[in-house]
C-alpha cells in the first residue's frame, strides 16, 4: 500500500485508526503489529515472511549478545550483520552482482527474476542499527517481542524510511499516549506531505518524463527538464517523510526530522546533513566513524570518504548509476574539503547556494538516467554538445506550462511559507483549517484523477 | 499579552481529519454503487470476490484499490476539481489529449513503433497480393491534431501523422491499394466544423467532405442524391472532455445529413452480432445517452451488413473504425451489399467471408490515431488458420475468464492510449464476460472512451421496439428537428 492512495487514507486509516484508539493499553501494540503486517502484505504478500524473519532473528540475536560470553560477542555481531546483508543482498543486489561480474568476464549468468520486496533497505538499515548500538552498549536490547515488533514493522515508516533508530524511540516503545491535538499535528504533517507528493511531485513527475523522453532537447530544455526533477524528488521524498512522521505522530510516536530545508544548503556537505538525514547519520554512525572518520591519516580518509560515498549510492539502487552519482558526491566533498573550503567562505551566500543547487542539478542526472550513455547523452545535452540547439519551441512549451508549478515550488522549498503558516494556526485558525481543507480536496481529487502512482523511493 | 497557542488549531484538525476519513469512508460503504460512468463513458468496476488463493498471490487487492477509487463519492466532481487545478497551473495536455483554441479539444497523436507500423502494413500488403481481382481503397483520415494543428496551443509538441501517412500510402500503393488522401480536403476546409470540438471523431460534415473527395476513386457518381443537413442533439459531449476532464460541461451540436426524401433508397442493416435489422444507419435513442456518436450505426459491431436495392451490383467489404460509422450512410446509395467489418471485435475467417459474400471491393476506413495502433487487423486479415487459434485463446472457461481477461488486457495497455482503445476491449469482448467483468482491464481508471462502452451496450440493448421485420417505408427519424434547411445555408457561418 502507498500512503498517497484513496484506498490507503479512505479505507485502511479510518478503521485502523478506529481500532487503534478504541482499542486500550498494550492492545494498541498488537493492533498496530498487525495492521503493519496487513499494509505491508497487500498486494505482496509472499515477502512479508521476510519482514517477520528480520523482527525475529534481530530480535533474539539483540538479546543473544547482551548475554553471550565476551569473547563471542563480536562473532555474533558480525554473524547477525552478515545474515542481514546477505538477505539485502540477495534481494536487492543478487542479479546486478551476476550482470556485472557477467559483463565484465563477458559471459551470461542466468539469475531468476526477484522482484524485490518493498522497504527491504529500510528495514534491514533499521535493524542492523539495533543490533549495533545493543553490540556498542549504547542501548540494551529490547526484552519485549511485541515492542520489538513494533519498532521494526510499524507501517508508518516501514516502506521508506525514515530509518528510525531505537535509541531514539526507547522511551515512547514503552509508552506513546496519543491525544487528539497530537492527532491534528499528525494530520498536519500528513496532509502536507499528502500535498507535497501528489499535487507537486506527481505534477513535476511529468514534466521531468516527458522531457528525458524526447530524442533531443535544446540546452535550456534539459536544464527545465533536471530542475523539475530536482523538485521532484525532494517533494516526493520529504512528502513521504512527512506522511511518515504525520501517521508516526497519530500513533503517538515523534520521529526525528528527515529533511531539513535541503536546498537552502550552501555546500555540498551541508545539502546532506539535511537531505535524508536518517541515511547520512546512519552511513556516518556505522560505517564512516567505525572505519575511523576523520581522525586518521589523510590517504584513510579520503578511502574513507569514497567507501561511504560508493555504499550510499548503491544503497539506492542495486545500478551502476546509483555507484557513481554517490562517488560522484564523495569527491564533491573531498573537494569541499581540501580545496574549496575557504573559498566558498568568502563567497555570498546567494553565490554559495547556487553553487550546491548546482552540484546537486548535475547529481540528479547521474540519479535519474539508469544507464551511462544517458547520462552522458543528458549531460552533454545540458551543457551543449548534445543539444539541439538553445532553446526552441518545446523549451517555450515546457517553460509556459511548467512556470506556475516551478514557482510554487521554489516557495514552498524554503521555510518561509511553513513559519507563516505557523503563525496562522495561532492567530487565524480558520483560514489555517481552511488551507489544509483544499489541500486535502485538491490532493483528494489528484488521487482520484491518478487512481494510482507510485513511490518514486518505494523500491530502494 | 499572553502567548497564544497552537493547541486549538491541532485539536480542530485532528477531530476534522478523523472525522473526514470516517465519513468518507462511511458515505462510500453506503453509497450503492455505480455500475456506469457517464462522464468518463466506462463501466465502472464492481466489488471484486473474496477470493484467498488470488489476495496470497498479491494480484486480487490492485481490483480493490480500483475498486475503492472507481467508486469513490462524488468521483465526477473530484476529476472536475483536478482538471480545474491543472487549467490553474497551466495546463494544456491532460490524458493525451490538448486544451486548443476556439473550444477545441485534440487527441494526441501516438507514434507507432516501427515494429507495429511494419506488421501493419506487411499484413495489408499480403492481402492485396492474394487478393488481385479484388478493387482495393484506403482511407486513413488524418485526425484534427493534424488537420487543425493551428489550432494548437502555443509550442504544443505533437508528433507529425504525415510522415508515417505517406509511408503508408507509398506501400499500399506498389501492391494495388488506392489510396485516397483526405488531408488536402480537410485541410480547405478546416476552418469548418468537420471534427466535434469535445470528441475524437470527426464530424458528418467531414465525412461528408471526406464522401465528395472519395468519390472519383471509388467510382460514386455523387449526383444521385441530395443531402440536407439535420441537428440531432445540441448536447453531444465526447469522449475528449471526459478523458481529459478539460470543459467537461461543454455541449455541443450533432448533425446527420439524410437525403432529400425523393431520392432516398431503402437500407436494411443488419447488425450480424446479435441479429438485428432496421431500416435506418441512424439508431435515435442513442441520443439519450452519453455516448451519442454511437447514434451512427448503433456503435461499433464486430459484422454489419448493409443492403441496398441499387442497379449497381457492387459488393463492398470494409476494415473499419468508428470513423466510418458517420461515413457509411454515403456510401449506402452506391452499392448493393456493404460488409462493415470491425477487426476489434471480428474473428470470424475473412478468406471465406470474402468468397460467401462475393465480395468485389475493399475499403479499409480508418482514423490514424487507431489506424497506428491497431494490432487486430493484422489478424483479421492473416486469415488462414490463426484466427481460430486466437479465437480459442480468447474463449477461455468461464471460470478463467476473469484472469485471462486480466492478463491479456494489461499486456496492451502501454500501447492503448490512442481513443479507439483498441486490444483491451477485443479481449474483453470475447471473452462472454461483457456485462459484468468488462472493468478488468481498466486499472488505470480513466482512460477509456466511447467504443468499449458502445459495444458493452449493445448487448443490452432492447431492440424490441426498434426490429419490425415488415418496417415501414418512412424513417423513423422522429425528431422535432425541422427539416426545412438546407447544409449550405447552415454552414455559411462557419
Redesign the interface.
Same mark, same amino acid.
Not at chain 2, 502555443?154 to 509538441?157: E, K, R, S, T, V
Given at each position: 500500500m502507498v500512503f498517497s492512495?484513496? %484506498?490507503f487514507?479512505?479505507?485502511f486509516?479510518?478503521?485502523f485508526?478506529?481500532i487503534y484508539y478504541l482499542v486500550p493499553g498494550k492492545g494498541k501494540d498488537i493492533v498496530l503489529i498487525i495492521g503493519s503486517l496487513l499494509f505491508y502484505a497487500?498486494?505482496?504478500?509472499?515477502y512479508v515472511i521476510l519482514l517477520i524473519f528480520s523482527a525475529v532473528f534481530n530480535y533474539f540475536m539483540g538479546l543473544e549478545l547482551n548475554d553471550c560470553p565476551e569473547e563471542s560477542r563480536r562473532l555474533n555481531m558480525v554473524f547477525t550483520v552478515v545474515v542481514n546483508l546477505f538477505i539485502l543482498g540477495f534481494f536487492k543486489y543478487y542479479a546486478f552482482l551476476l550482470d556485472s561480474i557477467g559483463s565484465v568476464f563477458r559471459i551470461t549468468l542466468s539469475h531468476p527474476e526477484l522482484s524485490l520486496p518493498i522497504g527491504i533497505s529500510f528495514y534491514t538499515f533499521k535493524n542492523l542499527s539495533y543490533i549495533l548500538d545493543v553490540y556498542n552498549d549504547k542501548i540494551d536490547p529490547e526484552p519485549n517481542f511485541l515492542t520489538f515488533c513494533v519498532y521494526s514493522m510499524m507501517f508508518p515508516h516501514m516502506a521508506a524510511g525514515p530509518i528510525v533508530r531505537y535509541a531514539d524511540i526507547e522511551h515512547q516503545l514503552v509508552r506513546h499516549p496519543v491525544s487528539?491535538?497530537? %492527532?491534528? /499535528?499528525?494530520?498536519?504533517y #500528513?496532509?502536507k506531505g499528502l500535498a507535497k507528493k501528489v499535487?507537486l511531485a506527481d505534477?513535476l513527475a511529468v514534466i521531468y518524463a516527458?522531457i528525458s523522453s524526447?530524442g533531443s532537447n535544446a540546452v535550456l530544455t534539459a536544464w527545465i527538464g533536471i530542475f523539475a526533477y530536482t523538485m521532484q524528488i525532494y517533494f516526493d521524498f520529504s512528502g513521504y517523510s512527512d506522511m511518515a512522521i504525520g501517521l508516526g505522530k497519530m500513533l503517538g510516536f515523534d520521529f526525528l526530522k528527515n529533511f531539513d530545508y535541503p536546498y537552502l544548503s550552501e555546500n555540498v556537505a551541508e545539502f546532506w546533513r539535511r537531505w535524508h538525514i536518517s541515511l547520512g547519520s546512519w552511513f556516518r554512525d556505522y560505517i564512516y566513524i567505525p572505519l575511523g572518520g576523520n581522525r586518521v591519516s589523510v590517504p584513510k580518509h579520503i578511502r574513507n570518504i569514497l567507501v561511504v560515498w560508493a555504499l550510499t549510492g548503491l544503497w539506492h539502487g542495486a545500478s551502476w548509476n546509483f555507484v557513481l552519482w554517490g562517488v560522484y558526491y564523495g569527491l564533491l566533498l573531498l573537494l569541499e574539503k581540501f580545496v574549496l573550503g575557504n573559498v566558498l567562505d568568502s563567497l555570498p551566500v546567494f553565490v554559495r547556494r547556487i553553487y550546491t543547487m548546482f552540484c546537486v542539478m548535475i547529481g540528479w542526472v547521474f540519479f535519474s538516467q539508469t544507464s551511462f550513455p544517458g547520462i552522458a547523452k543528458y549531460l552533454g545535452t545540458m551543457f551543449g554538445p548534445a543539444a539541439s540547439g538553445f532553446a526552441d519551441?518545446?523549451t517555450?512549451?515546457y517553460f509556459?506550462?511548467?512556470? !506556475?508549478?516551478f514557482v510554487i515550488c521554489i516557495i514552498a522549498c524554503r521555510p518561509n511559507l511553513q513559519n507563516q503558516f505557523?503563525k496562522l494556526? +495561532?492567530?487565524n485558525?480558520a483560514v489555517?483549517?481552511a488551507i489544509? !481543507?483544499i489541500l486535502?480536496?485538491?490532493a483528494?481529487? #489528484?488521487?482520484?484523477?491518478n487512481?494510482?502512482s507510485p513511490f518514486l523511493y518505494q523500491q530502494f | 499579552m499572553a502567548k497564544?497557542?497552537? +493547541?486549538? %488549531?491541532?485539536? +480542530?484538525?485532528?477531530?476534522?481529519?478523523?472525522a473526514?476519513?470516517?465519513i468518507? #469512508?462511511l458515505i462510500?460503504l453506503i453509497l450503492p454503487d455505480r455500475s456506469f460512468s457517464d462522464k468518463e463513458n466506462r463501466v465502472l468496476s464492481s466489488f471484486p470476490a473474496v477470493n484467498l488463493a488470488q489476495?496470497?498471490?498479491?494480484r486480487q487487492?490492485?481490483k480493490?484499490?480500483?475498486y /475503492?477509487?472507481d467508486q469513490?463519492f462524488l468521483?465526477d466532481f473530484?476529476?472536475t476539481?483536478?482538471a480545474g487545478?491543472d487549467r490553474?497551473?497551466? +495546463?494544456?495536455?491532460n490524458n493525451g489529449v490538448w486544451l486548443c483554441k476556439d473550444g477545441y479539444l485534440m487527441e494526441n497523436f501516438t507514434a507507432p513503433t516501427p515494429d507495429r507500423l511494419e506488421a501493419n502494413i506487411a499484413a495489408i500488403d499480403a492481402f492485396s497480393d492474394r487478393h488481385p481481382e479484388l478493387s482495393k481503397s484506403m482511407i486513413i483520415v488524418p485526425n484534427a491534431v493534424n488537420i487543425m494543428s493551428s489550432r494548437l496551443p502555443?509550442?504544443?509538441?505533437t508528433v507529425d501523422q504525415n510522415s508515417y501517412l505517406d509511408e503508408v500510402k507509398n506501400s499500399v500503393k506498389e501492391h494495388g491499394v488506392s489510396f485516397i488522401d483526405l488531408r488536402e480536403t480537410l485541410s480547405n476546409h478546416s476552418l469548418e466544423r468537420i471534427y466535434y470540438k469535445t470528441d475524437h471523431h470527426w464530424t458528418t460534415l467531414g465525412a461528408y467532405y471526406g464522401y465528395l473527395a472519395s468519390a472519383d476513386q471509388l467510382g460514386l457518381d455523387t449526383s444521385i442524391l441530395t443531402y440536407d443537413q439535420l441537428p440531432v442533439s445540441d448536447s453531444f459531449q465526447g469522449t475528449l472532455s471526459a478523458k481529459s476532464?478539460f470543459r467537461s460541461g461543454e455541449k455541443e451540436e450533432m448533425y446527420v445529413f439524410l437525403p432529400r426524401n425523393d431520392t432516398a433508397p431503402e437500407y436494411v442493416v443488419n447488425y450480424v452480432d446479435d441479429r438485428t435489422r432496421v431500416a435506418s444507419f441512424y439508431q435515435t435513442d442513442r441520443l439519450e445517452t452519453r455516448d451519442k456518436y454511437a447514434m451512427f450505426l448503433n456503435g461499433n459491431h464486430a459484422q454489419v451488413k448493409i443492403n441496398t436495392p441499387t442497379a449497381d451490383d457492387r459488393t463492398l467489404l470494409i476494415f473499419k473504425d468508428s470513423y466510418a460509422n458517420c461515413f457509411v450512410p454515403f456510401l449506402g446509395p452506391h452499392y448493393r451489399n456493404i460488409i462493415l467489418i470491425d477487426p476489434r471485435y471480428y474473428y470470424g475467417n475473412i478468406e471465406e467471408l470474402i468468397a460467401a459474400e462475393g465480395v468485389s471491393e475493399i475499403l479499409y476506413l480508418y482514423n490514424a490515431n487507431t489506424f497506428f495502433l491497431d494490432t487486430s487487423l493484422e489478424l483479421t486479415l492473416a486469415a488462414s488458420g490463426e484466427e481460430s487459434a486466437i479465437t480459442d485463446a480468447a474463449e477461455s472457461t468461464p471460470a478463467d475468464g476473469a484472469a485471462a481477461a486480466d492478463t491479456t488486457a494489461t499486456e496492451p495497455s502501454t500501447s492503448d492510449t490512442a481513443a479507439e482503445g483498441t486490444s483491451t476491449e477485443t479481449t474483453e469482448g470475447s471473452t462472454g464476460t461483457e456485462g459484468t467483468e468488462t472493468t478488468e482491464g481498466s486499472?488505470?481508471?480513466?482512460d477509456s472512451s466511447s467504443d468499449d462502452a458502445g459495444y458493452d451496450e449493445s448487448y443490452d440493448y432492447d431492440y424490441d421496439s426498434s426490429y419490425d421485420e415488415s418496417y415501414d417505408e418512412s424513417y423513423d427519424y422522429d425528431l422535432d428537428y425541422d427539416y426545412d434547411y438546407s447544409y449550405e445555408e447552415d454552414y455559411s457561418g462557419y
Open positions: 492512495s484513496i %484506498f487514507i479512505f479505507c486509516l479510518p478503521i485508526m478506529l497487500w498486494g505482496e504478500p509472499k487528539i491535538p497530537k %492527532f491534528g /499535528v499528525g494530520a498536519e #500528513f496532509i499535487i505534477n516527458a524526447r519551441t518545446a517555450f512549451y509556459r506550462t511548467g512556470i !506556475v508549478l505557523r494556526m +495561532k492567530r485558525m489555517a483549517i489544509d !481543507v486535502l480536496a485538491l483528494t481529487a #489528484f488521487m482520484v484523477y487512481s494510482y | 497564544r497557542s497552537n +493547541k486549538p %488549531f491541532f485539536n +480542530k484538525l485532528g477531530t476534522f481529519f478523523f473526514v476519513i470516517l468518507v #469512508f462510500n489476495m496470497a498471490s498479491g487487492e490492485p480493490y484499490e480500483t /475503492v477509487n469513490f468521483r473530484w476529476i476539481l483536478k487545478a490553474l497551473m497551466g +495546463k494544456v495536455e502555443a509550442g504544443a509538441l476532464g486499472t488505470e481508471s480513466y
